[in-house]
């Protein structure tokens, strides 16, 4: 933490000469800072991201706490338990030496269709505001740096490097900028990444809204980093508020470095912008315990498991719950047992623990379905139904060995352009990413081509289905003979990441014995691949013999028919939820939707647990018994699944994103000659569905629980909130739990101005409060409403019309109960 005064800090800056100073804008590698002893600064690292703390490193070598997705954290709406997930990470960020942590993303959910959806809050502006804040205030309260991005409206991924993002002042200010604003002045983030987008002509990079909105309008004093490579210019950038450039170095990254030291000299750029540049650098060192007086920071320790397992649970929507099904009963339903739990579906073994992108990591466990209820004690019988994946997968145990057959893995060996073998790694998967260089092997241009050596041992007599997933040339052998040796290339315009994300596939069959195994060897000439400056990443796949679809849904279904209770697992893959491209359906990958209708006609006990980061359609909705959303649930998904089961943790959330019934109506991610029009203004989310009439089929806010609750009173006092000192309206409801068992509620309070002069949307949050209570017990529940949450832009500011506004306060956006008024002047 800062030990170090402002004046101080301006002292370093003056030391530094302009060759320097230049130095320290652009990284020193693809994940740190330069350091400069004469300033007394060290080297500074940063780190993606959202879904874990992953390092330097980007393999399962470098294992990471994998937390449940943000659309996770945002559907607790529990700012205190994502404060301490906030301090989780800071204490993995200390644990893997990182300094500033590349998270949260605090983009808007303006369409499901959003490739990076699951890495988002919600659709919603205040939510996202507040579930921020909390994120941020818990990070950077343990001495790591939060980076919150992308500034700005980088709500989708098409041509997201490129697309110019047309959009008018009052839906700027009112939802994309809102949860920026509110992190900024309320949580004090200490850096934010500029997008790759346009927004109204400028990149981002260059935009003049860094300044006049981040440094004059809210008094930032954080420095702002550009997003991996998106600098474009030397001048244009150095005028503009952007002090980082990432990565680097300049020599292979970036726009600036000798390039700026010319500017500067020719007086194209003023050298005090410089210096404010380079102060805000050291500004953020000093914070994060950086500079050379610092005052360690130990952040405390933590249970991770507990918090996380905890966590996962509390984020469940518990979306339908017909008959009460749920929590199951271990005694059954005459007493005799819970019996046989069919578990079927194709994410039950092997679950979706988190998005695709810069936000994977690589966690040292993952609990599945399988391993949770099956550690929960229950009896418990598999059947995968259907194949949710469209991409074979990495090879993996059982089936992937090294070289030898003693230990799960492969081998990987490293050759210089003369053919002399420089290095190697012992690894234990199949996935292969390295950044920027080969860590203590080589810089990029000492490697020239790479192999890598594993035996492949069949479980089961069949034609098994080995390939690669990459970009560049591949040679690819088993017993010496050659499957394949080809050139893969990605489609024209693909964007970076989905290049990093989806590569094309080539794969070959291969039809062994039980019990044979053959030697592989994958070789790959590095430099053939466009991405080699960038970094080196492909996976050896492998699909092993299985049904056909007919095959396993007629055997799921008289598994289901045979047991107690069916638990389906569904969702979807990272070819459908990533980073570098957006969604082109919200359909579940597969014969996913046949295989819950014919498991929920064999068995009426059927419960859905959707492992999506995202909406998806469920067109079977009205025909299963219970519905479970869980996102992408962290390493402890398949405990938590258990816990909220068998009713040892309660489904704790309600809905950030609205669930549509349809595609109907939905926004598009698509720019049309290469601009997004944000033409539907403020009517995003649940905005859209009541303006439009259209119902849903789960709304934003919507979720339940194991208990019942009566809302029963709501009150209104305008001056609370100013004795409190925070301008506003304070807000009391009282709730009671009228069920059996203790409980969580999630009170909501909309506004609405309906004889409005200005265009509003019908109702819109304005604020909300959790509350826990036991059965019977009534609870008054206060909830300030911010002074904002009334106020509309106009004119270039922010401004009150005058008049009664409404408030209405319940469950969800579509139970809304109470209501009362308020007149503001």
Not at 497 to 503: D, F, Q
Not at 653 to 681: F, H, I, K, M
Request: include cysteine; charged fraction near 20%.
């Amino acid at each position: 933490m800062r030990a170090t005064g402002e004046a101080d800090l301006r002292s370093r800056v003056a030391r530094l000469s302009l060759e320097q100073k230049v130095r320290l804008l652009t990284g020193a590698d693809f994940w740190a800072c330069y350091p400069e002893p004469v300033a007394g600064l060290r080297r500074i690292v940063t780190s993606d991201g959202p879904a874990g703390v992953r390092g330097e490193t980007w393999d399962e070598r470098d294992t990471s706490a994998n937390i449940p997705s943000p659309t996770a954290l945002a559907a607790t709406w529990d700012c205190d338990r994502v404060a301490a997930i906030g301090r989780l990470l800071a204490a993995e960020a200390r644990r893997k030496g990182v300094d500033v942590l590349l998270a949260p993303t605090v983009n808007l959910h303006r369409t499901p269709y959003g490739g990076r959806h699951f890495e988002c809050f919600s659709e919603d502006p205040l939510l996202t505001a507040r579930i921020g804040v909390a994120y941020v205030r818990g990070l950077q309260s343990q001495g790591v740096g939060a980076t919150v991005k992308h500034f700005i409206c980088n709500d989708s991924e098409t041509e997201r490097m490129s697309v110019d993002v047309r959009i008018d002042d009052r839906t700027l200010r009112e939802l994309y900028l809102a949860p920026f604003e509110a992190i900024v002045r309320e949580a004090g983030a200490w850096a934010v990444m500029a997008s790759y987008n346009r927004v109204n002509g400028p990149t981002m990079t260059e935009s003049p809204l860094l300044r006049s909105i981040l440094h004059d309008e809210w008094g930032y004093d954080g420095l702002v980093m550009s997003d991996w490579t998106a600098t474009r210019s030397t001048e244009a950038a150095a005028r503009a508020a952007l002090d980082l450039a990432m990565p680097g170095p300049a020599e292979r990254f970036g726009p600036w470095g000798d390039a700026l030291l010319e500017a500067v000299r020719a007086g194209q750029v003023d050298e005090a912008l410089l210096d404010d540049k380079v102060l805000r650098i050291l500004r953020m060192a000093a914070r994060v315990g950086g500079l050379d007086d610092a005052v360690p920071v130990s952040p405390a320790p933590v249970d991770i498991p507990r918090e996380l397992r905890a966590t996962a649970a509390a984020s469940f929507v518990l979306a339908r719950n017909e008959r009460s099904l749920l929590p199951l009963d271990r005694s059954g339903p005459d007493g005799s047992g819970l019996g046989r739990v069919a578990l079927i579906g194709p994410n039950a073994e092997i679950a979706r623990t988190l998005g695709g992108g810069s936000a994977t990591v690589y966690p040292p466990y993952t609990v599945s379905p399988l391993d949770g209820l099956r550690a929960a004690g229950l009896d418990v019988a598999l059947a995968p139904g259907t194949l949710g994946h469209l991409r074979p997968a990495a090879a993996r145990a059982p089936w992937l060995l090294r070289p030898g057959g003693s230990t799960s893995g492969s081998v990987v060996r490293f050759f210089s352009p003369s053919g002399e073998v420089i290095g190697s790694e012992q690894r234990d998967g199949a996935v292969f990413r390295w950044m920027s260089g080969f860590a203590a092997i080589g810089a990029p241009e000492q490697i020239d081509r790479l192999e890598v050596s594993c035996l492949i041992r069949a479980t089961e007599a069949g034609t098994y289905q080995l390939g690669v997933t990459g970009i560049g040339r591949f040679r690819l052998l088993a017993d010496e003979g050659v499957l394949f040796d080809e050139t893969l290339t990605m489609r024209k315009g693909a964007d970076v990441g989905e290049t990093l994300m989806a590569p094309p596939v080539r794969l070959a069959p291969l039809d062994l014995a039980a019990g044979q195994s053959v030697a592989v060897r994958l070789e790959h000439d590095v430099h053939t691949s466009p991405m080699a400056g960038f970094g080196t990443f492909f996976q050896l796949l492998l699909e092993v013999p299985h049904g056909t679809d007919d095959e396993e849904l007629q055997a799921a279904v008289a598994l289901a028919a045979g047991s107690d209770i069916a638990v389906v697992v569904v969702g979807t893959t990272a070819e459908v939820e990533s980073e570098g491209f957006d969604r082109t359906s919200l359909a579940l990958p597969g014969r996913q939707d046949e295989l819950v209708r014919k498991v929920a006609a064999a068995n009426p006990r059927t419960v859905v647990v959707v492992n999506s980061g995202a909406p998806v359609l469920m067109p079977w909705a009205g025909e299963v018994a219970a519905i479970l959303l869980t996102w992408f649930g962290g390493q402890e998904f398949g405990n938590a699944l258990a816990d909220v089961l068998l009713g040892e943790a309660e489904p704790g959330g309600r809905l950030p994103t609205t669930w549509p019934a349809s595609e109907a109506g939905l926004l598009s991610a698509q720019p049309e000659d290469g601009v997004l029009r944000y033409t539907e203004g403020l009517f995003i989310g649940y905005r859209a569905f009541d303006r439009d009439g259209r119902e849903p089929l789960f709304p934003f806010g919507h979720g339940g629980g194991y208990t019942t609750w009566s809302y029963d009173s709501i009150t209104v006092d305008c001056d609370e909130g100013n004795r409190a000192g925070v301008p506003g309206v304070a807000v009391c409801v009282e709730v009671r739990n009228t069920g059996s068992r203790p409980g969580r509620e999630v009170v909501q309070v909309y506004a609405s101005r309906p004889d409005s002069a200005v265009e509003r949307p019908a109702k819109w949050l304005a604020g909300f409060a959790a509350v826990d209570a036991g059965p019977g017990e009534t609870v008054n529940v206060g909830i300030l409403l911010p002074e904002r949450a009334f106020q509309h832009w106009a004119d270039g500011g922010w401004t009150l019309e005058a008049g009664t506004f409404g408030l209405a306060a319940g469950s969800s956006s579509a139970t809304l109960p109470l209501i009362a008024s308020v007149t503001l002047k």
